[in-house]
């Protein structure tokens, strides 16, 4: 009797789980994002203007670099009193540059964020879409599993639909991004 007991009780067991048990698919969002062709574009276009800044940059930084050597030269010429504003308005001047070139660096960077973001909720709605038409109940990124039969991966559809769509990136100015 208490085998037919425990058979039972392992058949609601199994049942009940099986029952439970939830629909699994995996997404690569590395992947979708890098395999996006808009947003391949905005990056070519992200790269240009890093390389507008960056000859900024080094036009400053020759210009530091020749005032450098004009200081030194007035060394041997002028006296303490007379070198020393010039000295001052050469750390000043390297004060100035360095936070142009954090100030840059921070601009370009909040672009790519903000941007990114962009492409992460559409990936964010397509997956909505792709869990209600296939019954998916979860949807984990492959950061967040070991590992996963390619079966269950969704990352070439979200793939295919985002790059069905027309997404608009935007190279905002810096005053743009101030309050993101």
């Known amino acids: 009797m208490k085998i037919i007991l425990y058979f039972f009780l392992f058949l609601f067991f199994i049942i009940n789980l099986q029952a439970n048990a939830g629909t699994i698919a995996t997404i690569n969002i590395q992947k979708i994002i890098d395999k996006n062709m808009q947003f391949s574009e905005f990056l070519s276009l992200l790269s240009k203007k890093k390389n507008e800044y960056e000859n900024l940059i080094n036009e400053l930084e020759k210009n530091l670099v020749n005032e450098k050597k004009k200081l030194d030269e007035s ?33 370009l960077s909040k672009l790519f964020d903000f941007n990114k973001q962009i492409i992460i909720n559409e990936i964010i709605e397509i997956s909505k879409s792709i869990s209600i038409k296939k019954n998916i109940d979860v949807i984990l990124d492959n950061n967040n599993y070991f590992i996963a039969s390619d079966t269950i991966d969704i990352s070439d559809i ?10 608009v990136f935007q190279l905002l100015n810096k005053e743009d991004l101030i309050d993101e």
């Open 158 to 167: 979200v793939i295919q639909d985002l790059n069905n769509k027309n997404i």
């Open 75 to 107: 060394k041997i010429i002028l006296n303490q009193k007379k070198l020393e504003p010039l000295i001052e308005e050469y750390y000043k001047n390297i004060s100035n540059f360095e936070y142009k070139v954090d100030d840059i660096n921070l601009y």
